[in-house]
């Protein structure tokens, strides 16, 4: 935790900053407040529960939702790694599903910190306007990334149902190249 005046670490259970002497009272609720800010959508979930189902339903459009675009662009290009990628793919998603939550929580304390120590002395309405840009969610680019995957999955769908009728089409000659 850091004082919001001066941005000095705060021993846990003191009163006052050691630093500036600002009284302390009420901050544990305000950064619980401002956690709680960051996070937006199903807080308590994330601070009681430690299984994340949707990480293991929708990993990659979660991801996105989330804004942690890192793992997104880890979990979009491991199915194309040569033999081990699918594999490792659903092993991580297992992983994330049990360690996502408390994974996010403390990157949200530390973008939380990071916040308030170059923003010192600012008021809180306008600390927490800057959490809540920096956390929430981003529900478009999940579904935009949802529908792109629908699309391509269809346009698959239709091309290998036109090779096969294609396929089917060829004169008995054709089949006797092959078989
Ligand atoms: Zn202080």
Same mark, same amino acid.
């Given at each position: 935790?850091?004082?919001?005046?001066?941005?000095?670490?705060?021993?846990?259970?003191?009163?006052?900053?050691?630093?500036?002497?600002?009284?302390?009272?009420?901050?544990?609720?305000?950064?619980?407040? %401002?956690?709680?800010?960051? *996070?937006?959508?199903?807080?308590?979930?994330?601070?009681?529960?430690? #299984? &994340?189902?949707?990480? +293991?339903?929708?990993?990659?459009?979660?991801?996105?939702?989330?804004?942690?675009?890192?793992?997104?662009?880890?979990?979009l290009?491991?199915?194309?790694?040569? %033999?081990?990628?699918?594999? *490792?793919?659903?092993?991580?998603?297992?992983?994330?599903a049990?360690? #996502? &939550?408390?994974?996010? +929580?403390?990157e949200?304390?530390?973008?939380?910190?990071?916040?308030?120590?170059?923003?010192?002395?600012?008021?809180?309405?306008?600390?927490?306007?800057?959490?809540?840009?920096?956390?929430?969610?981003?529900l478009?680019?999940?579904?935009?990334?949802?529908?792109?995957?629908?699309?391509?999955? +269809?346009?698959?769908?239709?091309?290998?149902?036109?090779?096969?009728?294609?396929?089917?089409?060829?004169?008995?000659?054709?089949?006797?190249?092959?078989?």
């Amino acid at each position: 935790m850091i004082c919001n005046n001066c941005g000095n670490n705060i021993v846990e259970g003191d009163k006052f900053c050691r630093n500036c002497g600002m009284s302390l009272k009420g901050e544990n609720n305000f950064d619980e407040e %401002l956690l709680r800010v960051y *996070v937006g959508k199903n807080y308590d979930k994330f601070v009681s529960r430690k #299984f &994340n189902v949707y990480m +293991l339903m929708y990993p990659n459009a979660y991801m996105l939702y989330r804004k942690s675009y890192k793992y997104f662009i880890i979990l979009l290009v491991l199915p194309f790694v040569p %033999l081990i990628g699918i594999m *490792v793919y659903f092993v991580l998603t297992f992983i994330l599903a049990f360690s #996502f &939550n408390e994974m996010y +929580l403390n990157e949200a304390r530390d973008a939380i910190n990071g916040i308030k120590q170059r923003n010192l002395g600012i008021s809180s309405d306008a600390l927490k306007e800057l959490v809540a840009n920096k956390g929430g969610t981003n529900l478009v680019a999940a579904i935009i990334y949802s529908l792109i995957v629908i699309c391509l999955s +269809l346009l698959m769908l239709v091309a290998f149902y036109y090779v096969l009728w294609w396929l089917l089409r060829m004169p008995v000659s054709f089949w006797n190249v092959w078989i």
